[in-house]
């Protein structure tokens, strides 16, 4: 059979944009080297941070607001709880880009921020400690996603909307043509367009193509603390980005009881993604109990700590475009550890693209022209 669209890698972007792509009636097939929601690629770990003051840039603003209406109908559609407005608390000296941007971006999309110095910041959340330079810009109406929950919660509508899903089948090469060729294993799969969301192995898989794509595997780590929960569960205590001029960290208060959550943005190793990732190691810890001694003294102890894949771009932008001269096939990838946040709205928007070869989202950031 040939399929309308196949979609290779059936995680975060992949498996949303299955869905709009199922439920616009066409004959869809996921393809997954492992059994989404997983732990070998960028989407496991609990939570993930969606903020609309965007630090990053303005421009995404109308994206991750799109996203937000489809995080909200995803959760009525699926009947489940998938966002928790704990609020989210960016904290830098207010020279740093990232806390400039986040301001221009809530005065430019009259987004609610609450702006406090580090004084003010410490009396509102007791949990904090901040030198005087930092200042704080709250959005209350931020908060947290469970990742794994919307991911299944996308399985299911999309299976229900009649995708199939093949699990445990890796795609190994892609022939392109007015209809493309897709081999894995031991089968190949045929379809009139074809995505590719294959996040960490991105890179890789369009090497077949012989298209060089700048993502970059990269290994990151985060951890959960033991908490007080008078000071840091989610009823108290907001998730949070600190920034400054050589690293950046993020995390989230104890919810459910699950201990304070932190991890390192910025850095982190170039990885084969084939490969097991090197444990979370005593440098790895260190790191993390460096800051966290220092902006969160109250913490307890360390209770565990994880690895995950980042993708990262040149420029931390994504990539989302039809592959040069091949106007059937899409590419979403290089979400360089921002990227969770949207995949309701990327899903979309892969679905707009594929249907109607341009979408109701500006891309123009994130086309793949600007590295070549
Ligand atoms: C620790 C951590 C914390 C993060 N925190 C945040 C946050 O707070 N907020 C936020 O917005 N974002 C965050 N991110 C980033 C976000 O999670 C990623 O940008 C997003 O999950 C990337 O989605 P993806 O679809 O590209 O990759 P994935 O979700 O990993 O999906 C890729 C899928 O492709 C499959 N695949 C790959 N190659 C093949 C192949 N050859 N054949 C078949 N299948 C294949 C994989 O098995 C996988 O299921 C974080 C990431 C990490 C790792």
């Known amino acids: 059979m040939v399929y309308d669209v196949i979609i290779v890698g059936a995680g975060s972007m992949g498996m949303a944009a299955g869905y709009y792509l199922a439920k616009s009636g066409k004959s869809v097939l996921m393809l997954d080297a492992f059994d989404p929601p997983h732990e070998e690629g960028s989407h496991h770990g609990e939570t993930r941070i969606i903020r609309f003051a965007y630090g990053e840039g303005a421009s995404y603003v109308p994206f991750v607001k799109r996203a937000g209406e489809l995080w909200q109908e995803l959760e009525s559609l699926a009947d489940e709880n998938l966002f928790l407005q704990t609020g989210v608390v960016n904290i830098g000296e207010p020279t740093c880009s990232f806390i400039q941007n986040v301001k221009a971006s809530a005065t430019l999309h009259e987004l609610a921020l609450e702006h406090y110095s580090a004084a003010e910041a410490m009396n509102k959340w007791p949990g904090l400690s901040l030198p005087a330079n930092l200042v704080a810009c709250f959005e209350p109406t931020a908060g947290v996603l469970r990742v794994e929950a919307c991911i299944r919660a996308y399985k299911k509508l999309a299976l229900q909307a009649g995708a199939r899903l093949q699990i445990k089948e890796k795609v190994v090469g892609i022939q392109a043509g007015e209809i493309v060729q ?75 009881g699950a201990g304070l959550k932190l991890g390192r943005h910025d850095g982190g190793e170039e990885i084969n993604p084939n490969k097991p990732l090197h444990p979370f190691d005593d440098h790895d810890r260190a790191d993390l109990q460096h800051f966290i001694q220092q902006f969160m003294p109250q913490h307890g102890a360390l209770k565990y700590g994880k690895t995950c894949k980042y993708s990262m771009t040149p420029d931390e932008d994504f990539i989302i475009d039809f592959l040069p001269t091949h106007p059937n096939m899409i590419i979403a990838a290089g979400f360089s550890g921002h990227g969770f946040k949207f995949s309701s709205a990327v899903g979309e928007a892969l679905a707009e693209l594929t249907l109607h070869g341009k979408c109701k989202q500006d891309l123009t950031r994130f086309q793949l022209n600007r590295f070549y």
């Open 182 to 256: 897709v081999q894995t294993a031991n089968q190949v799969y045929e379809a009139k367009h074809l995505i590719v969301t294959a996040g960490a192995w991105a890179t890789e898989l369009l090497q077949t193509l012989d298209i060089a794509l700048p993502v970059t595997p990269t290994r990151k780590t985060f951890a959960w603390f033991e908490a007080d929960e008078q000071l840091y569960s989610n009823e108290v205590f907001p998730a949070y980005c600190f920034e400054f001029a050589d690293s950046s960290y993020y995390g989230f208060p104890s919810i459910d």
